[in-house]
């Protein structure tokens, strides 16, 4: 059973080197990597290069592709990759030594099963990987759990995915028109091959990827923005979205006037008002004390401190993002692949 591991990198320099480190130490080895770079001048092809003439990795392919996204840059790794199980992961991780191995599992354990179907898929996990207050709190606010994890409904993001190149194939391959949230387009596709089941996704908790955090509120505003808008391109979490706004542009609003201006008990809109940020911020403050754990007692409580700001960076973000992820659907309305209603 061949497995071909690809990613896509553009203008990463500082991180390519950590996650080829983490691939060349797998415990158990890919028959090859397949990398596409999206038109790098940073020094990313270099850094590559330079790794693979060390010759800790056997079989890596580079391939160039100027301009290509990153669904363009994962469809053309996984056109070119000889493998028939494709793992894909992204730079900026560091994969657990035995990350695809425990990937890889569900296919090997069923290969000559008479009772058990081989999977299409397969959705691997990913955690913080942090080293600071801010990371800790960042990590916890909007990363996951195990047991936040609903298996027979998760959606992986593909750090951590593999599945079979004629799930990929069947799927349409990742969207090339969508420049955010293509993964989530993409597992909507694999388990819409699987109508009778809940999921074409088999749960490998153990397959992990740590992922590094933004490390700065301005590089997550931008992240959380060009998710929304590439939610609002999709049309996806319309609901999700919508509470937001009711939140922050109805509920809030009426809350500080009601405290400022009614004569009746205003103490019962504070209250309302603290409670409800309590409750929004008490599941990423239950899990700072895994993620942070490793830190030192004040590092943990400047992280508490640095969650409710998150949120409220994250959310105005998102609501920045969205219309114009909205206004560019309408705009395009007439492509095929936008399915406007």
């Known amino acids: 059973m061949e497995v071909s591991v690809i990613f896509t990198v553009l203008n ?53 592709e100027d301009k290509a996204n990153i669904s363009r840059g994962r469809n053309v790794a996984i056109a070119a990759a000889k493998g028939s199980l494709i793992a894909v992961t992204d730079v900026g991780v560091r994969l657990d030594l035995d990350w695809l191995d425990n990937l890889i599992e569900p296919w090997e354990s069923t290969i000559d099963s008479t009772e058990h179907a081989q999977p299409l898929a397969v959705a691997g996990f990913f955690l913080p990987d942090v080293d600071s207050a801010f990371t800790a709190a960042m990590g916890a606010t909007v990363l996951p759990l195990h047991e936040d994890i609903d298996p027979d409904k998760f959606l992986p993001s593909s750090r951590s995915v593999a599945f079979t190149k004629a799930a990929w194939a069947a799927a349409g391959g990742y969207p090339e028109w969508l420049d955010y949230c293509e993964d989530l ?19 490998a908790p153990k397959a992990i990827a740590y992922f590094r955090p933004r490390d700065t509120l301005r590089s997550f505003w931008r992240q959380y923005f060009f998710y929304a808008r590439g939610d609002g391109k999709a049309d996806l979490w319309r609901k999700r979205h919508a509470i937001r706004y009711i939140t922050y542009l109805i509920i809030m609003p009426l809350l500080v006037c009601y405290i400022l201006w009614s004569p009746i008990l205003p103490w019962l809109g504070w209250m309302a008002l603290c409670t409800g940020g309590v409750v929004y ?61």
């Open 281 to 341: 911020c008490s599941r990423p403050w239950q899990r700072l004390r895994i993620v942070a754990k490793e830190l030192a007692w004040g590092q943990r409580l400047l992280a508490l401190f640095y969650v409710p700001i998150i949120r409220i960076v994250g959310d105005v973000a998102k609501m920045v993002g969205y219309p114009i992820g909205l206004g560019w659907r309408w705009r395009n309305r007439h492509r095929p692949e936008v399915h406007w209603q």
């Open 185 to 203: 387009l993409f597992d909507f596709a694999v388990n819409a091959q699987r109508p009778y089941a809940t999921s074409g996704f088999v749960w």
């Open 12 to 64: 990463d320099a500082p991180n390519v080197e950590r996650l080829l480190n983490s691939l060349a130490l797998q415990t158990r080895q890919p028959n090859e990597v397949v990398i596409c770079d999206g038109g790098s001048h940073d020094g990313t092809v270099e850094a590559i290069l330079d790794f693979n003439r060390l010759g800790r990795l056997s079989n890596l392919t580079l391939l160039i």
